[in-house]
């Protein structure tokens, strides 16, 4: 399919980066993930702060304009043959010899792709999926979108190793999100998420659940929250760009929630899915 390379589009294979770009070297750069729906970019504008922000946080300047962004990307959301897609950008600070000091004046790399989207299956939506837990070994910086994913990509791995979607990860007991997801539990009817911090990604869904709990008369609240508060949740479900909300059932072999609900999804992430859609 079509991508776009510091300012031309190609063929995704046709296309290469130098060895010597800091985002092979270093994973030094941010990136970001956006829904696509009809060829339409969901929550376009505040992606595009987010990744000011965050371009911003690691001192690389922002190389396009919010308007040259949309008009990159429009051109190679229309290019891929799916209606639903995910726009993939990432902006890393460019080609240099290899030195860990931030060299001024570098031209940053910009790349943009988009794939179809990975939805949840219709089943998985049904029951529920699986999580296992770990503790947060990554570094302190999860506020920052960095393609150093090691960390994440580690923790991915080891629920894939036991065959469930997420990681679940505790710092110092305490819930910081997923691999690539947000986590919220609901208890007694309220959507209950952990505060932004320097330990967890301020995902765009936080505000997307904060507007839909809204519309709803859903409590909405950021708190820390304890592992046992989360083991001990009526539900809980994750949240990112590719999985949208997800109702999470069982945790380390366990069956989330009570009585009746105990192991299916509940409501509230039942009106919140509604809600998304
Ligand atoms: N992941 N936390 C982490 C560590 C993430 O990587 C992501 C997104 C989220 C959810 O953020 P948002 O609602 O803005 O998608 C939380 C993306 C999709 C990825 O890496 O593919």
Not at 86 to 110: F, I, K, N, S
Not at 150 to 165: E, I, K, P
Not at 226 to 251: F, N
Request: glycine residues 8%.
């Amino acid at each position: 399919s079509l991508c776009y390379l510091n300012g031309e589009f190609g063929a995704l294979r046709d296309m290469k980066v130098s060895v010597l770009d800091r985002g092979f070297l270093f994973g030094d750069g941010i990136y970001e993930v956006m829904p696509v729906y009809g060829r339409r970019i969901f929550r376009f504008d505040d992606h595009m702060a987010r990744l000011a922000r965050n371009l911003g946080k690691i001192r690389i300047p922002n190389p396009l304009s919010s308007a040259d962004w949309l008009a990159a990307s429009r051109r190679v959301i229309e290019a891929a043959a799916a209606e639903d897609q995910l726009l993939y950008l990432q902006v890393t600070r460019g080609v240099a010899p290899r030195e860990h000091t931030m060299l001024p004046d570098l031209t940053p790399t910009v790349f943009m792709m988009t794939t179809p989207t990975r939805a949840a299956t219709p089943e998985q939506r049904h029951q529920g999926v699986a999580c296992i837990t770990a503790r947060d070994f990554r570094w302190e910086r999860g506020d920052l979108k960095t393609t150093s994913l090691l960390g994440n990509v580690l923790a991915r791995q080891m629920s894939a190793d036991h065959g469930a979607v997420e990681t679940i990860l505790f710092r110092n007991g305490m819930l910081t999100e997923a691999s690539s997801s947000n986590v919220w539990i609901a208890s007694e009817g309220a959507l209950l998420g952990s505060p932004k911090s320097e330990h967890v990604l301020e995902g765009i869904r936080y505000e997307v659940l904060r507007e839909l709990c809204e519309e709803e008369g859903i409590a909405y609240n950021l708190r820390p929250l304890s592992e046992a508060e989360v083991r001990a949740a009526d539900e809980v479900m994750l949240s990112s760009t590719s999985k949208e909300i997800l109702p999470v059932t069982r945790i380390d072999g366990e069956l989330v929630g009570h009585g009746a609900m105990r192991g299916k999804p509940g409501p509230v992430y039942a009106r919140l899915y509604e809600a998304y859609q």
